[in-house]
């Protein structure tokens, strides 16, 4: 299997507003999941490896397709009104791209217009919260970010299983060899932390 | 001062700034993050709020200045101003940003003026608050105390 035991949850948190980064963070950090904060959508976009044009970097060994983010995210929380890039504008990014559209996306506003709040579930966030954002309301994202873990990992092993239906057993074993390969990879990444 | 008396103190004026209004149940939030893990907390993102505030009041100043003001670019700023009032607890000087906005879209200058005013007024008052709070906290620390919440 090789899933290495991740018992947390990786949360990118968008937000151009210091006071509101340092909020936030330390918000994720009491419910226990790792986070990470950036100023901009274009910034959360860099860090979820998502190229302007979405071209595969010729650098990254292109093993599968789902392997575009250098580092996994559960769950990415913006907000709604910043500057250049706005929440909802990153969130339709997100939900546009093929190697991103998976996760969850949730919105924080100040503002209650149900205009806004509308727009934004419609375009696919799951939830719309509304700043101040207090602990009580971080407890409706485990729900999301455990939903997409499994489904995530059901679908990884569905393909598998279907491939090895219809491979020779020496094909099996290249594949064996590969994902194996990839694995020692993704450890060593981790490692480097 | 003894110890007993400073913690008294301590709770008197924080009650006082609940019941003035100067602070709301987010700033009880914010305490509530606080932990022996991440113990000044409350002092850090407090004072990045008077850096923030400092700054947005300096850019309002300037853009109430110009010929011919950019209301857009003011509320822009107050916008700003509310959220990170609202985050820390603030009240008094978000109510004034909410007053302030209307009066960004009404494009009113002298509303938008009298607003400045006003908002730097209630945000010197809760920082001098604020910092005295902080104070008598470190004399209740120092003096070997804990701090009642």
């Known amino acids: 299997m090789g899933m290495a035991a991740e018992s947390q949850f990786h949360v990118l948190a968008v937000d151009d507003s210091i006071i509101e980064r340092k909020l936030i963070e330390r918000l994720l950090k009491t419910s226990s999941y790792q986070v990470t904060t950036v100023d901009s959508g274009t910034k959360a976009l860099e860090f979820l490896g998502l190229h302007q044009d979405e071209t595969i970097n010729p650098n990254t060994p292109s093993v599968s397709p789902n392997n575009h983010q250098e580092v996994e995210v559960n769950l990415v929380i913006t907000d709604y009104c910043m500057p250049g890039m706005t929440g909802y504008d990153l969130l339709k990014k997100v939900k546009e791209s093929s190697s991103l559209r998976n996760i969850p996306v949730v919105i924080m506003s100040s503002e209650n217009v149900p205009s806004k709040i509308t727009r934004c579930l419609e375009e696919g966030a799951e939830e719309f919260l509304l700043k101040p954002v207090r602990l009580s309301d971080l407890n409706k994202l485990r729900p999301h970010m455990l939903r997409t873990k499994l489904r995530d990992h059901n679908q990884k092993q569905e393909k598998q299983e279907e491939k090895t239906a219809f491979q020779s057993p020496k094909q099996q074993k290249i594949e064996q060899n590969l994902q194996q390969q990839q694995q020692q990879c993704n450890t060593n990444k981790r490692g480097h932390r | ?149």
Request: proline letters at 1%; charged letters at 25%; glycine letters at 4%.
């Open chain 2, 1 to 149: 001062m003894d110890l007993v008396q400073l913690q008294r103190q301590l709770v008197d004026y924080k009650t006082s700034l609940y019941n003035e209004g100067f602070l709301d149940e987010q700033f009880t939030q914010l305490q509530e993050l606080q932990d022996e893990n991440n113990p000044d907390f409350v002092v850090e993102v407090v004072s990045l709020f008077f850096e923030d505030s400092e700054r947005l009041l300096n850019e309002l100043t300037k853009a109430l200045e110009q010929q011919s003001v950019d209301f857009k670019r003011v509320d822009a700023h107050v916008h700003q101003l509310k959220g990170s009032s609202s985050s820390i607890g603030a009240q008094r000087v978000q109510k004034v940003c909410i007053a302030f906005r209307n009066y960004c879209e009404e494009q009113n200058i002298e509303g938008c003026v009298k607003c400045l005013q006003q908002v730097r007024h209630e945000y010197s008052l809760v920082k001098t608050k604020l910092e005295s709070m902080f104070q008598l906290q470190q004399q209740i620390l120092s003096a070997g105390g804990s701090i009642p919440m």
